[in-house]
């Protein structure tokens, strides 16, 4: 069974960085595409960027473009978010998901099949 664990979540100033990871454990690592998703008290989950099996191609919320990068290492087993410039609108719980089915641009919470836990990262003004 596909397990998935987030680290790196925190406090942090606005205008700031966190770099988050998730650890990949009980199947092929490269059979999954990835994805990090986040949720707000209050509101539904929402995709925040999404990575091809191999890392070839990379899929980013209008929200978080050109501030964060999800990138891959099939070898370790971990996929990450590195978050710049963070605003008090980023604060939410992220969530690490895993999918074997290709990866699509428009990616929904529904369209993946495991999920983390969920690190909290809090933005303050």
């Known amino acids: 069974q596909v397990q998935l664990a987030e680290s790196g979540g925190g406090l942090v100033q606005a205008g700031g960085s966190l770099r988050l990871s998730c650890a990949f454990s009980?199947?092929?690592?490269?059979?999954?595409?990835m994805g990090w998703f986040r949720q707000a008290p209050g509101k539904e989950r929402e995709f925040v960027a999404a990575?091809?099996?191999?890392?070839?191609?990379?899929y980013y919320a209008d929200s978080v473009k050109d501030r964060f990068t999800i990138s891959r290492d099939n070898a370790e087993n971990t996929v990450n978010l590195q978050m710049n410039s963070l605003q008090p609108d980023d604060t939410a719980s992220y969530y690490c998901?895993?999918?074997?089915?290709?990866?699509?641009?428009?990616?929904?919470?529904?369209?993946?099949?495991?999920w983390g836990k969920g690190t909290l990262v809090t933005v303050s003004s």
């Open positions: 998901a895993a999918t074997p089915r290709p990866l699509r641009r428009t990616v929904s919470a529904g369209y993946m099949d495991f």
């Open positions: 009980g199947d092929t690592f490269s059979s999954y595409a």
């Open positions: 990575i091809t099996k191999s890392g070839g191609t990379t």
